[in-house]
């Protein structure tokens, strides 16, 4: 049997708690040599783009991919597939937008408990949109916040998100008066957008501040410039092997000569002790994230235990063996 559960399954079953300690356990099971992430290979046609991302978690006994296909206008359909390794069947599809999202926000919550201030209060957020609000949800569960500034570019849907958020939050979240407002006296910098060019100037940043970049995962979007990396004390990503083929953000300063692939840290190598992460105070730290198999992975066996344990979801009977 196969079970399968839907986004409604997902949603009732997978907290962000609960993606925040999956995701902190597949990067350091990376990092550890214990678990292994193959990067998302993209088919673009003129309909649509179908992208597979695949990983194996041998300490959870499952291999898989989750491949997810989005059409022009922006419908997707998306699908984790969890295969038993040592019985070799099919244990579970599961239906991966949502869960796409919170590990997506969970994997920024590991970073910043990782590579932020420890009194860090303010965030300002440059996107609201649907990942928006889970980056959000994330960011509160990462450090204690009292103020949000959010930037977009549409001012009525700002407005909106605030009042949504403020009231799922219960801290201030307000629009900001300018992209230079959303960057100066933040403690945190967020950028969750689909931009293809820098949302904001590399000069207003501050010491001690921690930039997560999150929404620039493919070589024709870019969230920060090159002053941005060149004020970088320290440059994270979930996983430098990705960054590599689909960060826009970092090419550009690849081929300027301002980084080296090799010099910069995965966040499981930091988790895992084999890597320094935050050593001051006044460091500024870029964190880069592209997107995992293996965080799906490790959140998709966390809703397959507790989707068995309270009876949700369906069984297929294909694949027995």
């Given at each position: 049997?196969i079970r399968y559960l839907s986004e409604d399954d997902v949603r009732q079953l997978?907290?962000?708690?609960?993606?925040?300690?999956?995701?902190?356990?597949?990067?350091?099971?990376?990092?550890?040599?214990?678990?292994?992430?193959?990067?998302?290979?993209?088919?673009?046609?003129?309909?649509?783009?179908?992208?597979?991302?695949?990983?194996?978690?041998?300490?959870?006994?499952?291999?898989?991919?989750?491949?997810?296909?989005?059409?022009?206008?922006?419908?997707?359909?998306?699908?984790?597939?969890?295969?038993?390794?040592?019985?070799?069947?099919?244990?579970?599809?599961?239906?991966?937008?949502?869960?796409?999202?919170?590990?997506?926000?969970?994997?920024?919550?590991?970073?910043?408990?990782?590579?932020?201030?420890?009194?860090?209060?303010?965030?300002?957020?440059?996107?609201?949109?649907?990942?928006?609000?889970?980056?959000?949800?994330?960011?509160?569960?990462?450090?204690a916040l009292s103020e949000v500034k959010v930037f977009g570019r549409d001012a009525?849907?700002?407005?909106?998100?605030?009042?949504?958020?403020?009231?799922?939050?219960?801290?201030?979240?307000?629009?900001?008066?300018?992209?230079?407002?959303?960057?100066?006296?933040?403690?945190?910098?967020?950028?969750?957008?689909?931009?293809?060019?820098?949302?904001?100037?590399?000069?207003?940043?501050?010491?001690?501040?921690?930039?997560?970049?999150?929404?620039?995962?493919?070589?024709?979007?870019?969230?920060?410039?090159?002053?941005?990396?060149?004020?970088?004390?320290?440059?994270?990503?979930?996983?430098?092997?990705?960054?590599?083929?689909?960060?826009?953000?970092?090419?550009?300063?690849?081929?300027?000569?301002?980084?080296?692939?090799?010099?910069?840290?995965?966040?499981?190598?930091?988790?895992?002790?084999?890597?320094?992460?935050?050593?001051?105070?006044?460091?500024?730290?870029?964190?880069e994230s592209h997107g995992m198999a293996l965080q799906d992975i490790y959140a998709?066996?966390?809703?397959?235990?507790?989707?068995?344990?309270?009876?949700?979801?369906?069984?297929?009977?294909?694949?027995?063996?």
């Amino acid at each position: 049997m196969i079970r399968y559960l839907s986004e409604d399954d997902v949603r009732q079953l997978l907290t962000m708690q609960d993606a925040i300690t999956q995701v902190e356990r597949a990067f350091t099971a990376r990092a550890q040599g214990k678990a292994f992430d193959v990067p998302r290979v993209r088919t673009r046609q003129p309909g649509g783009h179908l992208h597979i991302l695949q990983a194996a978690a041998p300490e959870l006994d499952f291999i898989g991919y989750k491949a997810y296909y989005i059409q022009p206008d922006k419908s997707r359909t998306s699908l984790l597939h969890l295969i038993n390794m040592s019985q070799g069947n099919l244990a579970a599809i599961i239906q991966s937008d949502w869960l796409g999202q919170i590990r997506t926000g969970a994997a920024t919550a590991v970073a910043l408990r990782t590579l932020a201030r420890k009194n860090a209060g303010v965030l300002g957020l440059f996107g609201s949109g649907r990942h928006a609000q889970t980056q959000l949800e994330a960011a509160c569960a990462a450090c204690a916040l009292s103020e949000v500034k959010v930037f977009g570019r549409d001012a009525q849907r700002v407005l909106a998100f605030c009042d949504k958020m403020a009231k799922q939050t219960g801290i201030e979240v307000r629009p900001a008066r300018s992209r230079e407002e959303t960057v100066r006296g933040s403690d945190i910098i967020l950028t969750i957008t689909r931009s293809s060019e820098p949302l904001f100037d590399g000069r207003w940043l501050e010491p001690g501040q921690c930039i997560a970049a999150v929404g620039s995962n493919a070589l024709d979007r870019r969230e920060i410039d090159l002053q941005t990396v060149r004020r970088a004390d320290l440059i994270v990503a979930d996983s430098v092997q990705v960054a590599q083929r689909e960060s826009g953000d970092l090419l550009g300063a690849y081929e300027n000569g301002l980084i080296y692939w090799e010099n910069l840290a995965d966040l499981g190598q930091v988790l895992a002790g084999h890597r320094p992460g935050r050593v001051s105070d006044e460091q500024v730290i870029l964190f880069e994230s592209h997107g995992m198999a293996l965080q799906d992975i490790y959140a998709g066996a966390r809703i397959l235990e507790l989707a068995h344990g309270r009876g949700l979801g369906l069984d297929l009977p294909i694949g027995a063996r």
